[in-house]
Nanobody, 124 residues
Framework: QVNVEESGGGSAQAGGSLRLSCATSGWTRTNFCMAWFRQAPGKEREAVAA???????SYADSVKGRFTISQGDAKNTLILQMDSLKAEDTAMYYC??????????????????WGQGTQVTVSS
């Protein structure tokens, strides 16, 4: 059984920074694609960034230049460094995983494993 768990998040002022971490366990395959999604109240869940099994990194236009996704030191861990935060970044952030995502990285249906989410609140 694959488990996905997020940590980090919290509150920050606009212009500040936060760091999210995601750890997976029970992953038996070598390849993987991991991503961050977010969902604000009353809005659809949207993709933020992803790292595919071949190392390809993708970002949503809304976070390019402000957020950085990277693999953690431990195997199958994921980091999202969020800088220059804006009030509109306020949302529940979810970590997601699958075997490979390719061009479909931004589609939630591609991912079979999800964490419970961690709240990020940015005040202006």
């Amino acid at each position: 059984q694959v488990n996905v768990e997020e940590s980090g998040g919290g509150s920050a002022q606009a212009g500040g920074s936060l760091r999210l971490s995601c750890a997976t366990s029970g992953w038996t395959r070598t390849n993987f694609c991991m991503a961050w999604f977010r969902q604000a109240p009353g809005k659809e869940r949207e993709a933020v960034a992803a790292i595919d099994s071949d190392g390809t990194i993708s970002y949503a236009d809304s976070v390019k230049g402000r957020f950085t996704i990277s693999q953690g030191d431990a195997k199958n861990t994921l980091i999202l460094q969020m800088d220059s935060l804006k009030a509109e970044d306020t949302a529940m952030y979810y970590c997601a995983a699958t075997w490979a995502c390719g061009r479909g990285w931004a589609a939630a249906k591609v991912y079979g494993y999800w964490g419970q989410g961690t709240q990020v609140t940015v005040s202006s």
